[in-house]
DNA sequence: CTACCTCCTGGAGTCCTCTCCAAGTCAAGC
DNA sequence: GCTTGACTTGGAGAGGACTCCAGGAGGTAG
């Protein structure tokens, strides 16, 4: 079951420019490749574009940063140790932002009600006289 | 008491050449100037510069959406529905990357508890033999 | 008066993350 | 054997959001 960029591209909704730039700059490992170069994705590759697409769109991770994560991976097992502290200092940025935009998200609440206060009022004064 | 852009570079930790682009592209309203031109920051100015600063760097909204809600409001009364309906949208936004960053969260915290197994184990390794 | 500091403006430059393009190659169908 | 279509590459272009800079002016201190 040859795995095209195409289909690759599809499945997870990434141009096939993106996908092959993310290789290109070290965020995915490379490719296997057909006799005449073109690229054949395995599952393990489809692993990290799945865990990379995450990383990227969901928690907004900076590129830098996995590629440095691959690195490390790709170094074997003596980077174990370097790879979870990459990770768990990730995880704690990753759970100040989500305080941040929670109480931003508050803030925008409180904003809102007194949008929908200040509208009720207007509505109340054209239905009164 | 004159507030400057020094002071409120200073106070909101915003680059000066940021607060005069937020201006230059409507992002916070015009600030007074004095008879020599220079920005004068009153009360309003602060709050407009906080809730952006804070939509900016904290939720992340993109500044085209600030930029509108700025402009709806210097129109008056009559865009009221229009700023809560912009808000509201972006509070939909932002409550859906809170939750992917959620989920983002929980899959490093397994990735991470991976990694302490694995390391445990190691540790365990070494020490039995 | 001169020096100096902070401010001004408009425009160019930078960084990040893609995204697009031109030119070329290969496999398959007709 | 030629066309077609999907794939390849390296490099240029794009968009968002700043950030920096040159050149100039006002106010103050010595």
Redesign the interface.
């Known amino acids: 079951m040859p795995m095209t960029i195409s289909e690759v591209s599809e499945r997870f909704g990434l141009s096939q420019d993106t996908l092959r730039y993310y290789e290109r700059i070290g965020l995915i490992p490379p490719v296997r490749r057909s006799a005449s170069g073109i690229r054949d994705y395995g599952e393990e590759d489809l692993k990290w574009i799945d865990f990379v697409k995450?990383?990227r769109?969901?928690?907004?991770l900076p590129v830098e940063m996995l590629i440095e994560y691959l690195a490390l991976f790709q170094q074997g097992?003596g980077t174990?140790?370097a790879?979870?502290t990459l990770?768990?200092e990730?995880?704690g940025r990753?759970?100040e932002?989500?305080d941040?935009?929670?109480?931003?998200?508050r803030?925008?609440?409180d904003?809102?009600a007194r949008?929908?206060q200040?509208?009720g009022g207007?509505e109340q004064a054209l239905r009164a006289p």
């Open positions: 995450c990383m769109q969901k928690a907004g097992d174990l140790d790879r979870k990770l768990v990730q995880r990753l759970a932002k989500i941040d935009m929670t109480s931003t998200l803030r925008l609440d904003k809102i949008y929908e200040t509208i207007k």
